[in-house]
């Protein structure tokens, strides 16, 4: 596991009407301040990575779908699957690589608060294949 990175796990409340996800609430321990959330649609085949901010945290939840999120410290790599399967909270502190591609051959939409509004100067960005990590696209 990779310095850093906490992976908590959510609840979700269903009845036949549908459900309801929990992501995160200001009195949880590990919140800090809210920046901006925004929800990122990914569709199969495709991967959306890599990318590192220097300054914000980031909080990503599954809220449709399943991914693999992967995680790259220039050393080592971490891989998680969240999303439908595995309903959880991963917190990526700053100074960390990261990028996800669906999995099961659907979309998926992935919720990320970060606790700073989006500054382009903040955000580094890099090809799928800047590292050694090789995506699997047929996941």
Not at 76 to 84: A, P, S, V, Y
Not at 101 to 115: E, Q
Not at 122 to 137: G, L, T, V
Request: one cysteine or more; proline letters at 6%; a positive charge.
């Amino acid at each position: 596991m990779i310095k850093g990175v906490s992976i908590i796990p959510l609840k979700t409340f269903s009845d036949e009407r549908g459900s309801v996800r929990h992501m995160l609430k200001c009195t949880d321990k590990f919140f800090s301040k809210f920046g901006e959330v925004y929800f990122s649609e990914v569709l199969p085949g495709k991967v959306k990575a890599w990318h590192k901010s220097s300054k914000s945290t980031r909080h990503y939840a599954v809220v449709e779908g399943n991914i693999k999120l992967v995680i790259h410290d220039g050393k080592e790599t971490q891989e998680i699957h969240i999303g439908d399967k595995n309903y959880c909270l991963v917190i990526i502190p700053p100074g960390l690589w990261s990028g996800f591609m669906p999995v099961g051959g659907k979309k998926a939409i992935v919720c990320d608060l970060t606790d700073m509004p989006f500054n382009p100067e903040d955000m580094e960005k890099a090809e799928p294949d800047s590292f050694a990590y090789r995506w699997k696209k047929d996941a």
